[in-house]
């Protein structure tokens, strides 16, 4: 961490089960945990071919969109389970980019899920 970022709790965690419908996404997974006023940041990986990585910075303390805007905000997230990859970048105003490779969509059940996809 930075030498002028406040620290939080810091820990391990474990992960086990995440399913989006009968796609296993993370079976099992140990990593860490870190919290700060700045950010929170999950690190987890499982097998070789299993990893999931999310942050998010400055999303949780802005009062305001402004606010939130000044900060640097932004959302980081990527899976990786065998050939199946994925990955979400999110920076208000700035940009926003996912990119999904080799999704199995047999096991999406895809007429169970709903909402709509947008483009920005």
């Given amino acids: 961490m930075d030498d002028g970022e406040e620290t939080g709790p810091v820990g391990e965690v474990s992960i086990s089960g995440i399913k989006l419908n009968q796609l ?4 099992q997974l140990v990593g860490s945990l870190s919290i700060s006023r700045e ?15 999310v942050e998010i910075v400055g999303l949780l303390l802005a009062t305001s969109k402004e606010e939130n805007l000044q900060k640097g ?17 999110y920076q208000p105003r700035y940009s926003a ?3 999904v490779k080799h ?12 909402g709509t996809i947008q483009r920005i």
Avoid: C, H
């Fill in 39 to 53: 950010k929170i940041k999950l690190d987890a990986t499982g097998r070789p071919d299993e990893s999931l990585a």
């Fill in 24 to 27: 296993m996404i993370a079976p």
């Fill in 73 to 89: 905000t932004m959302l980081s997230l990527v899976i990786q389970k065998g050939q199946l990859k994925a990955n979400v970048f």
């Fill in 97 to 99: 980019n996912v990119e």
């Fill in 103 to 114: 999704l199995p969509l047999d096991e999406l059940e895809l007429a169970s899920l709903r």
